[in-house]
């Protein structure tokens, strides 16, 4: 029978004896264990914060979390393209990836009193970053047409990614959860993106595109960097 063959027990000791290393033969290491990626909780429409509260996926505290979530793996493609042009401020992108991070944690920890700050020395940082590429500039246009090569055009989706973050989270400072430390970064991260996308073009040797509008037309001009704010 069939059974009897698949449980023969000379060919269990074969198999034994095939298994079971000689002295001196390598080990192989063990097959690591396989995780999934998911895990089906979220299928009902709902989510976790960090705090353990369960609350619907389009709450705003998932609406601020997606769009920290676009905006750091968006920073992080305008680092690659600074990277692969050779650009000296890629550190700073990467740095600023990591207040993405701990923004985004403090986001799902909503109204938790216990919960690490953000502290204002990344705004400063900012802010100093800012002078020191500005001085490297002309004064800006009214409007910059977004493009001056790949690593400009990536800085300038970020800062519009950027904005669309600030007002995700505007709510949720307004309504105490979120400290306004998170705003102000934000607000001043967008100032600094646009800055070094300036700063991308002239070391790629670009020219800036200016949108010039009729003497009798009105635009809605750029957010242009703060100056000693």
Not at 16 to 29: A, F
Not at 82 to 88: F, N, P, T, V, Y
Request: glycine share 6%.
């Amino acid at each position: 029978m069939v059974f009897k063959r698949l449980i023969n027990t000379g060919n269990i000791y074969f198999m034994r004896n095939y298994c079971t290393p000689k002295s001196g033969q390598r080990v192989p290491p063990p097959t690591p264990e396989i995780i999934e990626t998911f895990s089906r909780n979220g299928d009902n429409g709902t989510s976790k914060t960090l705090t353990g509260e369960v609350l619907p996926k389009d709450h705003n505290i998932f609406h601020a979390i997606g769009s920290t979530e676009e905006l750091l793996s968006y920073v992080g493609i305008a680092r690659e393209h600074a990277q692969e042009c050779e650009h000296e401020y890629c550190d700073k992108l990467k740095r600023i990836q990591t207040v993405i991070i701990d923004i985004s944690t403090a986001i799902s920890r909503c109204g938790d009193k216990n919960k690490k700050p953000i502290s204002s020395t990344y705004t400063k940082e900012l802010e100093e970053w800012i002078h020191h590429y500005s001085k490297q500039l002309p004064p800006p246009e009214r409007y910059i047409i977004p493009g001056g090569g790949i690593a400009a055009a990536s800085l300038h989706v970020a800062r519009a990614i950027c904005r669309k973050t600030e007002r995700t989270i505007v709510p949720l400072v307004r309504n105490g959860g979120l400290e306004q430390e998170a705003l102000i970064y934000l607000n001043r991260l967008s100032d600094f993106l646009f800055t070094i996308s300036r700063i991308a073009a002239k070391v790629d040797k670009r020219t800036e595109s200016i949108y010039i509008p009729k003497p009798d037309e009105k635009i809605q001009a750029q957010v242009l960097y703060a100056r000693g704010i």
